[in-house]
């Protein structure tokens, strides 16, 4: 698909899509992990919370809405691919939720695998009852414009990150983060060094090794103990 529309109200063709083999890699990982892995950075601000309780895990499709209006989230439903996530960026409007339980039918219809929104939802209970994993950083029971403009798959602020179109975003009870798509096998291969570290250290505390030497360790540097 080529570029629809002119610049602040467009739809610009998604990012090529990713091997499900790499994708499935990430599922076992817990936000925490990602962004650990990412030396403590690339995780979103912990208001974004999950409103239904699941997780999720995916490509992003990005979507800059004028705030108080959900027209390109709306539009977004037939450009995402199942399974992609749907990221959102208001402007910080908390006020007017773009997402509710009759766009989230949709969003179910279409197979897209969750969303993330920097600002409010509505009808939580309704979105639950479908079984959809719902980010945001607020709900609220104001509606929205839905006339635009908008922009879908462009680089957006969400949560205090950039998030670009074909990311990978890992969310969970945690919060959320996003793995630069190029930087995939990276954050994977730290990721598994990482949760083989803690696996390592949980045998040494069932052996009886209950106190992690390297506090002391520390202090000693710091010249806090002797």
Partial sequence: ?????????????????IEAALLDRFLPLSSCTVADAMGRFNFMHPAIQARTGLPLCGVAVTVNA???????????????????????????????????????????????????VDGAIRDVDGIRQLGFPAFSRAVSPGSC??????????????????????????GDADG???????????????????????RLRIAEIKSGTTFNVAIDETLRRHGVIA
């Fill in 1 to 17: 698909m080529s570029v629809q529309g002119k610049l602040g109200f467009r739809i610009l063709p998604s990012a090529e899509p």
């Fill in 66 to 116: 004028r705030p108080g209006d959900n027209l390109m989230i709306h539009k977004v439903m037939q450009v995402a691919r199942a399974g992609e996530i749907v990221v959102v960026n208001t402007g910080e409007n908390i006020t007017s939720a773009v997402f509710g339980d009759m766009i989230c039918e949709t969003s179910v219809a279409m197979g897209i695998g969750g969303i993330v």
């Fill in 145 to 170: 414009d839905r006339d635009g403009p908008g922009e879908i798959n462009v680089p957006i602020s969400c949560g205090g990150i950039v998030v670009c179109p074909g990311d990978i975003v890992v």
């Fill in 176 to 198: 959320v983060a996003v793995v630069p798509r190029a930087h995939a096998e990276e954050v994977l291969a730290t990721a598994q060094l990482m949760m083989e570290r803690e």
